[in-house]
């Protein structure tokens, strides 16, 4: 029941974009498209994960006054692994994506998981907070990234949705559209959050 407590905070309760409203930097930049949105999500997810894993795991053996570098470090091995992986495998996503995936080493969503929850917490109950963290954060630029991709170029992972008589709104996939759409979206989920409250 614990195990499914952690994992469940993460996609709603405690979800990190609509509920923490933190890693914003990559949620508005890369969701011009459901691609970018979708492989930012894994990419974060992944990083998350492993490092949640080890810091867990050798907590104990990290002194107090290093430790958020240390944290850093950690990170900043697995961020690295992504990148290259990324540019091996899907450098167009790679392209696309460019510096914000080394940006993850700074993300508060990471870090902020590391010092709140690995640190103090064994590694069954980390893993199944990452998991809950980066699915949760995932989802959320998925939706992001099919609402601005499907009103700014009529299409959903590339393949166009609406046809010819769809006149694109440009707008949507400029940054000026991802503060519209996250707005938009924040508002719309707050209202469902009320909603079951009161209920």
Not at 14 to 32: D, K, M, Q, S, Y
Not at 118 to 131: E, G, M, Y
Request: a positive charge.
């Amino acid at each position: 029941m614990q195990l499914w407590n952690d994992f469940k905070n993460g996609l709603w309760q405690e979800n990190p974009i609509f509920r923490l409203v933190i890693g914003l930097c990559p949620t508005l930049a890369v969701t011009n498209t459901a691609i970018n949105g979708l492989a930012m999500g894994l990419a974060t997810s992944f990083v998350l994960l492993a490092s949640e894993i080890v810091i867990s795991t050798i907590k104990k053996l990290i002194p107090n006054d290093v430790r958020i570098p240390s944290y850093i470090l950690i990170i900043a091995t697995f961020v690295t692994f992504v990148d290259y992986f990324l540019k091996a495998f899907f450098p167009a996503v790679a392209v696309s994506l460019s510096l914000f995936v080394p940006l993850i080493v700074v993300n508060c969503l990471i870090l902020g998981r590391q010092e709140a929850f690995a640190s103090k917490n064994p590694v069954h109950r980390s893993i199944a907070d990452a998991l809950g963290m980066g699915l949760g954060f995932t989802w959320v630029l998925v939706l992001l990234s099919i609402v601005r991709e499907l009103l700014g170029m009529g299409a959903v992972f590339g393949f166009q949705v609406l046809g010819d008589w769809y006149q694109p709104m440009i707008i949507m996939i400029l940054p000026a559209g991802a503060f519209i759409s996250l707005g938009i979206l924040v508002g719309i989920m707050n209202y469902i959050a009320r909603k079951g409250v009161r209920k």
